[in-house]
């Protein structure tokens, strides 16, 4: 018989090894099997891996063992992570995994005030967890020193490009003293990405898990080809049904994400969104609401969404095809969390044909389609400019309503009030 790698033979300390039967976690997953020896060894790393590969306490226990206890309630570690949410989490785990360990750790994140996160700092911790820019201003008003920096990471690197942080990570990066050991983590490999790591580390390990295929291959996909106007009225009669009961739906725009919201909960549908624009506050109620089944739906925009940690996530609905493909991976790797399947269902319209064909091309599959009542053959066949997004500027809702709105979206209105037939899982393939 095989013989399993369990988190014994990993050499950690004791109090680390409590913490995690303590969770329940017995065996390293992948990520953790490959880093941790390497990273226990003072190695740079840099890690190919998307959340839900278990890649937090892949960098957490190393670290906690590493540290060192000279110089007290000095900062001797730094994560950067991309979101507030993605920050608190990894803070959460630098909770759960040193809970045996005197190790002081704080979180710091715009959007609300400095005040409590300045005071956290000013009593002295070990190991600060942040996002770029907050962390910055606060260096620049001298808040804190990244002089005794022994462990950085840089957690999620592809999306800290995507979102424009390559400044402030750069003027972070700069600080930092050189002697120290460096952890980068991405989801995605690119040039860009690649010229970033090579400048942060030296001699790093490699370590790539779940390749994104892998990772699609555990999730069923399917295609609703639909008319703008008849997006909503097929995801009412989806959620009708039973077995999605807690589904988390994408949006492009957070406009589009609220308006979501408020039409589901208007048809007794218990939703909430989440979007960069919200409060920290309004969008950790959200997020908690919904993993506690408080609420069936989340609706989330790519950035918000990014990295959330949430388990159970019966489907992940694509209300609208994002405009990178890597986008399409990310949002519905949110349903197959740790090795478990997940659906992923994701509505095209005639404007985003050539979004699915980028998204087919990425994944290197076509998607099956759905057979449903308001399948659109415009939008399955549309080629050329029918094809592509209409330009933002001259978008005119009611003139691209109107030239959307086949007699299948009148039949659908006036069949609103009719009992509704229980969805045909019938698949075409295209
Ligand atoms: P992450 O990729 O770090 O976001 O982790 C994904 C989820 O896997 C989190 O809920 C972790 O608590 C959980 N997890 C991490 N390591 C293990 C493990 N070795 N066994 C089982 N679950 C784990």
């Known amino acids: 018989m095989e013989h399993k790698i369990l988190f014994k033979d990993l050499k950690l300390i004791h109090q680390l090894e409590k913490a995690l039967a303590k969770q329940g976690y017995t065996q390293p997953t992948p990520i953790q099997l490959k880093s941790i020896p390497s990273l226990l060894l003072g190695k740079d790393l840099i890690g190919i891996a998307q959340t839900g590969t278990g890649k937090t306490a892949a960098f957490v226990l190393p670290i906690l063992q590493r540290i ?22 990894i803070g959460e785990s630098f909770s759960t995994y040193g809970e045996f360990l005197k190790f002081k750790h704080t979180v710091i994140f715009g959007g609300v005030k400095q005040g409590k996160q300045v005071r956290a700092l000013n009593s002295g911790v070990d190991i600060v967890v942040a996002t770029p820019g907050r962390l910055l201003d606060l260096m620049n008003q001298k808040k804190l020193t990244l002089n005794n920096v022994e462990f950085f990471v840089l957690d999620e690197a592809d999306r800290m490009l995507d979102m424009g942080f390559i400044h402030d990570i750069k003027k ?58 008849s997006k909503e009225n097929l995801l009412l009669e989806l959620l009708k049904q039973k077995h999605l009961n807690s589904v988390l739906i994408f949006t492009r725009t957070k406009h589009r994400a609220n308006k979501l919201a408020l039409f589901l909960n208007k048809n007794n549908i218990s939703s909430d969104a989440i979007h960069g624009n919200k409060s920290q506050n309004a969008r950790t109620k959200a997020i ?48 197959a969390r740790a090795g478990t399947e997940g659906t992923a269902f994701s ?50 809702r009611n003139s691209r309503f109107k030239r959307n709105s086949g007699s299948r979206n009148k039949n659908s209105s006036s069949k609103r009030n009719k009992p509704m037939v229980r969805f045909k899982y019938k698949s075409k393939k295209n």
């Open 288 to 335: 908690t609401d919904f993993k506690n089944r408080r609420i069936k739906v989340l609706v989330a925009t790519d950035i918000a969404a990014r990295g959330i940690d949430i388990d159970n996530i019966s489907h992940v609905i694509n209300f609208e095809l994002p405009n990178e493909p890597e986008s399409y991976v990310h949002r519905i790797g949110r349903t």
């Open 172 to 229: 972070i990066i700069e600080r930092l003293p050189r002697k120290r050991q460096t952890l980068f983590f991405s989801a995605t490999m690119s040039q860009e990405i690649n010229k970033l790591a090579k400048k942060l580390l030296k001699n790093p390990v490699h370590v790539e898990v779940a390749p994104q295929a892998t990772t699609v291959e555990l999730i069923k996909q399917y295609i609703f080809f639909v008319d703008q106007p």
């Open 68 to 89: 060192t206890t000279k110089h007290p309630r000095v900062i001797k570690t730094l994560v950067l992570a991309p979101t507030r949410e993605l920050a608190a989490q």
């Open 347 to 396: 509505f095209c319209a005639a404007d985003e044909r050539n979004y699915l064909r980028d998204i087919e091309r990425l994944i290197k599959e076509k998607i099956e389609v759905m057979d449903h009542k308001f399948h659109s053959e415009s939008a399955k066949t549309a080629v050329g400019a029918a094809a592509k997004p209409l330009p933002r500027k001259s978008f005119n």
